[in-house]
């Protein structure tokens, strides 16, 4: 599976109910593009770790909880959180043109 499903999501943001149907989908797709940007995989087209997924599942349960998160001005990295993608970031990779 490349991305959390909105079942993954909804258990780990305690959602019991469909009032968040519409806008989850979304948030996971966001959620899995940042943390294809951070760690340079493509998680649309490769297995997603599990730690990645459990860290787009506290990001959408962060952009819940405080939805005046998702500004871009106003966000703050978390350093624990983003640990999480850490084993997973390409580091130092050089890249040659032929």
């Not at 909804?10 to 959602?15: A, E, H, L, N, Y």
């Not at 087209?45 to 871009?72: F, G, R, Y």
């Amino acid at each position: 599976m490349a991305a959390p499903d909105i079942s993954f999501i909804k258990s780990w943001c305690r959602i019991d109910g469909a009032e968040f149907d519409l806008i989850l989908p979304a948030m996971i797709a966001d959620a899995t593009a940042r943390a294809s940007h951070e760690t340079g995989a493509d998680y649309l087209t490769v297995d997603m770790p599990e730690s990645v997924k459990i860290w787009c599942a506290a990001q959408v349960a962060h952009w819940l909880a405080n939805p005046e998160a998702a500004v871009a001005a106003t966000q703050q990295k978390n350093l624990f959180l983003d640990g999480l993608l850490d084993p997973h970031r390409l580091f130092g990779m050089e890249v040659k043109v032929v």
